[in-house]
Nanobody
Framework: QVQLVESGGGLVQPGGSLRLSCAPS????????MGWYRQAPGKQRELVAD???????NYPDSVKGRFTISRDNVKNTVYLQMNSLKPEDTAVYYC???????????WGQGTQVTVSS
């Protein structure tokens, strides 16, 4: 059974930082593209960052320069370092694992990030 367990969410003031972690089990982690998505109330889920098995990263303009995705293939964990957080970053953040073929994808349960003073 595949499980993606996220951690690290919480409440932070504008300008602050948080680091999210996601530790999948039941997959060959090193062969999957890992991604972070977020969904704010009333909005569609959107990509925040992803990283291929080879370490290539991708970010939308809204987080480029502020967020960094990384992976540790020994610890089977993917991280999202979020700096200079803004209120508009408030959302539930989800971890996703995608196989190279695209035929398999798995989601975590989500972790709440709230940016507020």
């Amino acid at each position: 059974q595949v499980q993606l367990v996220e951690s690290g969410g919480g409440l932070v003031q504008p300008g602050g930082s948080l680091r999210l972690s996601c530790a999948p089990s039941g997959i060959i982690f090193s062969s999957y593209t890992m991604g972070w998505y977020r969904q704010a109330p009333g909005k569609q889920r959107e990509l925040v960052a992803d990283i291929t098995s080879g370490g290539t990263t991708n970010y939308p303009d809204s987080v480029k320069g502020r967020f960094t995705i990384s992976r540790d293939n020994v610890k089977n964990t993917v991280y999202l370092q979020m700096n200079s957080l803004k209120p508009e970053d408030t959302a539930v953040y989800y971890c996703k694992a995608s196989s190279v073929s695209g035929l398999r994808e798995y989601w975590g349960q989500g972790t709440q990030v709230t940016v507020s003073s």
